[in-house]
Every structure is written in C-alpha cells, then in structure tokens.
C-alpha cells in the first residue's frame, strides 16, 4: 500500500509537518483551517512581529514596559487578519493556483470548499479583526483601516509587476506602525523608520519564500522578484537585508536604545547574513526552511528590545 499524497488528504506540501490541522482538527473543519493557513503559522508570526517590534520600540521610548494587552491584541489580530488576508488571496487566485505544484491543493483551487463557504468564512475573521481593532484608540483605528488598501490589491500584483514582494511587504509591515500609533496616537520617525525596515525585510525574505515556485510560475505567467532577478537573486535579498538593518537601526537610534536591544539588533543582523549566504536557487526546500527561520530572526530582535524598554522602566 502507498502512502497517501498530499492531494488525498488536502493537506500542501509547504504546511509545517505535524501541524495541528493535519493531526487533530475535525474532518469538516481542515478545509477552513488549511484556507486561513492555520496549518502554516508562519505566516501570522511574520504579520505580528512588526507589531511587537513597535510596541518594544514604543516601551523603549517611553521608558516602559511593552503593553501586554498591546501585545495580546496584536497576536488576536495577527491570526485573524493573515487568515481573512489568505481566503481573499486564494479568492482571486483560485485559478491560478491550479497551475502551480505548491498550491493546486489549495481548498478552493482543488474544489473542496466553495467560494460561497470562502466568503462566509472571510466575514467571519473580518469581524474578529475589527473587534480587535475598535479596542484601539480613534487614531490607530483609522491607521488600521488605511492597511486594507495594500491588503486589497496585492492578489493582482504578481499578474501585473515583477515586484509583488514589495505590496506585500507594505501590507504585511504594517503592524511597524500599529503599535506605535496604539501606545501615542500618532507615528513619529522612529515608527516611520521601523515601518520602512519592516517592508525591505518582508520583499527580502518573501523574494526567498518565491524560490519555491520558480518554474512553476515561469509556466503559469505569475511575475515575482525571484523572477526578476534570477541568479542574482542572492545578492538582491542580501541588498534588501541590508537596508533593512539600516534603517531599523535608525529606529533604535531614534528612540537611544540600550545594549540590550542593540544586541537582540546584532543577533537579528547576524541570522539574515546566514540566510543571505545559504540561499540556493536549486534548493526549494531549503529555501522553505531559510523563508521560516525569519520567526526566529524577528523574535530574537523583539526580545532585546523588550527587554531593552523593561531595563529602562
């Protein structure tokens, strides 16, 4: 007897082995759970970080400690929202999708979900985010909202421009501004700055992630970074790593961090070099694995910098 393929069970070939959807979730249930990539937590990890990022850098402004409940919305948040984000993505693309190896199993490319059932479920984790957002003041409130314009046209990016990365990545940093726009109710340059590093880390590391589907999206017409700069692409994300060290450097300049939080900014300088070395255009799975390690990365530099504001309080 053979073992079952990912297209017998819905499980996708890049969710985390052993995830909590595959091993425990009810059977009705996967379809919605693999929609919101629930079984890839990756991808609200990369959503949330830049929130702590800017709460930490609002504590170490204001000599304090981040906001734990600061923190706790942003994680609520963060899922909810990268899940919404993904049903619309896979919305638009669902036909695009069945011409790529990594997505075709997708639940609406595959048909195992309805887009009706998709739209359904996409309200749902709307209002979730927006219960999290109207806990916010007026003014992170309607800097919450202005996110949704990145969020709405970046499915159409990749048919259009080689450098969907980089709409992505304005959408997917914008928690380098939400928190801290929670803590002030306004953005001063510090938060501009972590913002704009947050946005080069994202086109770098999701310029890593596209390894994966690098001929597959040659056949199916979808444009990328990874496409654009082929086997220069190595030296493009180590470009983009490096401006982004630039500028969140200056975030922490501008707000006169500690030892703590410039050693969480070294360790977190010294994690993206190793990436920028092992990529390796030939290696999908590798590149998979360098792509996931940006969690570690981007929680090693929140940790110094909380730990940075936590010493300063």
């Given at each position: 007897?053979?073992e079952?393929?990912?297209?017998?069970?819905?499980?996708?070939?890049?969710?985390?082995?052993?995830?909590?959807?595959?091993?425990?979730?009810?059977?009705?249930?996967?379809?919605?759970?693999?929609l919101?990539?629930?079984?890839?937590?990756?991808?609200?990890w990369?959503l949330?970080?830049?929130?702590?990022?800017s709460?930490?850098?609002?504590?170490?402004?204001?000599?304090?400690?981040?906001?734990?409940?600061?923190?706790?919305?942003?994680?609520?948040g963060?899922?909810?929202?990268?899940?919404?984000?993904?049903v619309y993505n896979?919305?638009?693309?669902?036909?695009?999708?069945?011409?790529?190896a990594r997505?075709?199993n997708r639940p609406l490319?595959?048909?195992?979900l309805?887009v009706?059932?998709?739209?359904?479920?996409?309200f749902?984790?709307?209002?979730v985010?927006l219960?999290?957002?109207?806990?916010?003041?007026?003014?992170?409130?309607?800097?919450g909202?202005a996110s949704?314009?990145?969020?709405?046209v970046?499915?159409f990016?990749?048919?259009?421009?080689?450098?969907?990365?980089?709409?992505?990545?304005?959408?997917?940093?914008w928690?380098?501004?939400?928190?801290?726009a929670?803590a002030?109710?306004?953005?001063?340059?510090?938060?501009v700055?972590l913002?704009?590093?947050?946005?080069?880390?994202?086109v770098?590391?999701?310029t890593i992630?596209?390894?994966?589907?690098?001929?597959?999206?040659?056949?199916?017409?979808i444009?990328s970074?990874?496409?654009l700069?082929?086997?220069?692409?190595k030296?493009?994300?180590g470009l983009?790593?490096?401006?982004?060290?630039?500028?969140i450097?200056?975030a922490?300049?501008?707000?006169?961090?500690?030892?703590?939080?410039?050693i969480?900014?070294?360790l977190f300088?010294?994690?993206?070099?190793?990436?920028?070395?092992?990529?390796?255009?030939?290696?999908?799975?590798?590149?998979?694995?360098?792509?996931?390690?940006?969690?570690?990365?981007?929680?090693?530099?929140?940790a110094?910098?909380?730990l940075?504001?936590l010493?300063g309080s």
């Open positions: 007897m053979t079952a393929g990912p297209g017998a069970t819905g499980a996708v070939p890049d969710a985390a082995p052993g995830n909590f959807v595959d091993r425990f979730a009810p059977s009705a249930s996967r379809p919605y759970l693999r919101a990539r629930i079984d890839r937590p990756i991808g609200w990369l949330l970080l830049p929130c702590w990022w709460t930490a850098l609002a504590g170490m402004a204001a000599d304090a400690p981040p906001r734990p409940d600061h923190l706790l919305l942003f994680l609520i963060a899922v909810a929202m990268r899940g919404a984000g993904c896979d919305i638009i693309d669902r036909d695009l999708d069945k011409q790529v997505t075709r490319a595959s048909g195992a309805s009706k059932a998709a739209l359904v479920f996409l749902f984790l709307c209002l985010g219960a999290v957002l109207l806990s916010l003041d007026a003014f992170a409130i309607a800097l909202f949704l314009l990145p969020v709405a970046y499915p990016m990749k048919r259009v421009t080689s450098w969907p990365q980089a709409v992505l990545g304005l959408a997917f940093a928690g380098g501004l939400m928190g801290w929670a002030f109710s306004r953005i001063d340059p510090p938060a700055a913002y704009v590093g947050a946005v080069l880390w994202t770098a590391y999701d992630y596209a390894v994966q589907d690098f001929e597959d999206d040659a056949v199916a017409g444009r970074t990874t496409r700069f082929g086997e220069r692409t030296a493009a994300v983009f790593f490096g401006l982004a060290l630039v500028a450097a200056s922490l300049l501008g707000v006169g961090a500690g030892p703590a939080g410039w969480g900014f070294g300088a010294a994690h993206l070099v190793r990436q920028t070395v092992s990529i390796d255009l030939r290696d999908p799975q590798g590149a998979l694995r360098l792509f996931r390690s940006n969690r570690e990365a981007g929680l090693v530099l929140f110094g910098m909380a940075d504001a010493i």
